[in-house]
């Protein structure tokens, strides 16, 4: 392998690695998401009833933080595996979907959970 094949194999492998790290960020994000939701929110309201619904909705955030910690794993194990291998390995265009579902449905239920709770 020739130091210029070689340098972008390296350059390869370390953007893969930050994109793992991006991965995990935003799923760490979500968790603390979660325990806001789920515990600092019902606290600091009146006591109006909805605690099931914040720890739910908290759950929910959490259950997420941790599909993208999951994934970003998973990815990374998928590149890496197909950079050694000298191929191109796509998006799961089906993870990518789920996850969007998810992150959609979990906002929706967050913003009337914010209406109702008003």
Do not use: C, K
């Not at 390869?12 to 939701?37: K, M, P």
């Not at 019902?42 to 994934?71: M, N, T």
Request: hydrophobic share 50%; aromatic share 6%.
């Amino acid at each position: 392998m020739g130091e210029e094949t070689g340098d972008a194999t390296r350059r390869t492998h370390l953007a893969n690695e930050r994109t793992q790290l991006a991965w995990w960020r935003t799923g760490l994000a979500s968790l603390a998401v979660g325990v806001g939701v789920g515990r600092v929110v019902p606290e600091l309201s009146d006591g109006a009833g909805g605690h099931l619904a914040y720890a739910l909705l908290g759950a929910g955030f959490v259950i997420y933080g941790i599909l993208f910690i999951l994934a970003g794993t998973w990815r990374q194990r998928q590149v890496e595996s197909a950079v050694i291998g000298g191929r191109w390995r796509a998006q799961d265009a089906q993870m990518v979907l789920v996850l969007t579902v998810i992150g959609v449905a979990l906002s929706v239920a967050t913003g009337v959970l914010i209406l109702v709770d008003a």
